[in-house]
Every structure is written in structure tokens, then in C-alpha cells.
T-cell receptor
Framework: DQQVKQNSPSLSVQEGRISILNCDYT??????FLWYKKYPAEGPTFLIS?????DKNEDGRFTVFLNKSAKHLSLHIVPSQPGDSAVYFC??????????????FGKGTLLTVNP | DGGITQSPKYLFRKEGQNVTLSCEQN?????MYWYRQDPGQGLRLIYY???????QKGDIAEGYSVSREKKESFPLTVTSAQKNPTAFYLC????????????FGEGSWLTVV
């Protein structure tokens, strides 16, 4: 049973436009969410996170929105740049700050930003 | 430089052989993790350790073993019992403020022929 779902395997946008990557989750116990960016044959790089007590967190060009009632979060990148082209993973945890902390990942969305 | 170091980056082994992947971190993080990535798949948790001399199975622990004798080190052994060992393996550790961010190493490619 996939608890974190990224239903779009790929997304293509034009440089300068907004990229919106979506993520849905099923486990109502998840209370902390993260987005990672990954290039081929490299480890994922942490981008931005959000606690379930918030509905928005912003860091430069990256903004994450959380809709708890819909069990949905999204990552907005604006403006998109060709260097943003990578696979983006959504991850969630049910025990933020606790001793049994671990992340459950979605399958990722390949973002391509065209010049 | 502070970070998570995985070695080797690429590893080839014959079927039936055990192989150990190294993971070292100098971030002073208590918790360490091993994930596996297959093509078109997300990251799946193999084992994790919250503290030295303690570790727990993740979602796909069968065919793997780990040890955590030192805070800095969390080696993963892929045994001959693992049916599909060819994959990209990622080591990670947990830290930051408030301590909910997991940071990854560069990964190790294991190919079993």
C-alpha cells in the first residue's frame, strides 16, 4: 500500500514559468513533509519541508503548500530554471522529532524545464 | 568537509556473493538509514539505526544486514539471500533543526552479474 503518492511521473514547463509538483498521502498520522531533488546517480538533496501545523512554507523560489483535509501537498517553483530539471521526491514522516523517525517516499516526478 | 561518504561508488559482484557497502558520516548525527532505489521507484527503507548498537528493520530488510558499532559508521551487507540486489543504494543520516531533516550520501551502485 503506497502511503505517499506522486501521480505525475513527469512534468515539462518552460523556463521562467511556474512548476507545480503534487503529492498525496493516505496516512493521517503523517505530521512532517519534505521535498527532495535528485539528479541521476546522485543522492537526493533536501529542498524544503513543512510541519503539519503550517499550511505554507517558503524558501526563495520554492514554496510548499499543505492541505491537511485533502491530504495533499504541492511544491511550487517560480520562476523555473533549466537547472531545476531533476526528479523531485515527496517524503513524509509520522513521528517528527521522535525516536522512531523515518521517511516514507513517493515514486518521484521528473521535472524538465525547457529553455 | 562535513558530510556522508559512501563507498564504493560502483560495485560489481557475482551472484551468490555477499557484499558490504560502507557509509561514514562526520556530522555527529545519531540516526542513520539505508534506502534502496530501483528504476521508476521511490526510495524504500532497508534498515535504520537511531543510536549506536541499535537498529531496526525497514520495509524491505530481507536479504540485508547492518551493524552500528560506531556513531559514525553504518555498513550495509547485501547477502546472497537478497533476490534482486542490483540497485542504487543510499545512506542517510538525520540532523538539523528541529532534527527532522534526513541528509543523503552520494549513493552506491551495486550490480550483480
Amino acid at each position: 500500500d503506497q502511503q505517499v503518492k506522486q501521480n505525475s511521473p513527469s512534468l515539462s514547463v518552460q523556463e521562467g514559468r511556474i512548476s507545480i509538483l503534487n503529492c498525496d498521502y493516505t496516512n493521517s498520522m503523517f505530521d512532517y513533509f519534505l521535498w527532495y531533488k535528485k539528479y541521476p546517480a546522485e543522492g537526493p538533496t533536501f529542498l524544503i519541508s513543512i510541519s503539519s501545523i503550517k499550511d505554507k512554507n517558503e524558501d526563495g523560489r520554492f514554496t510548499v503548500f499543505l492541505n491537511k483535509s485533502a491530504k495533499h501537498l504541492s511544491l511550487h517553483i517560480v520562476p523555473s530554471q533549466p537547472g531545476d530539471s531533476a526528479v523531485y521526491f515527496c517524503a513524509a514522516s509520522a513521528n517528527s522529532g521522535g525516536s522512531n523517525y523515518k521517511l516514507t517516499f513517493g515514486k518521484g516526478t521528473l521535472l524538465t524545464v525547457n529553455p | 568537509d562535513g558530510g556522508i561518504t559512501q563507498s564504493p561508488k560502483y560495485l560489481f559482484r557475482k551472484e551468490g556473493q555477499n557484499v558490504t557497502l560502507s557509509c561514514e558520516q562526520n556530522l555527529n548525527h545519531d540516526a542513520m538509514y539505508w534506502y534502496r532505489q530501483d528504476p521508476g521507484q521511490g526510495l524504500r527503507l532497508i534498515y535504520y539505526s537511531q543510536i549506536v548498537n541499535d537498529f531496526q528493520k525497514g520495509d524491505i530488510a530481507e536479504g540485508y544486514s547492518v551493524s552500528r558499532e560506531k556513531k559514525e559508521s553504518f555498513p550495509l551487507t547485501v547477502t546472497s539471500a537478497q533476490k534482486n540486489p542490483t540497485a542504487f543504494y543510499l545512506c542517510a543520516s538525520r540532523g538539523g533543526n528541529p532534527g527532522n531533516t534526513i541528509y543523503f550520501g552520494e549513493g552506491s551502485w551495486l550490480t550483480v552479474v
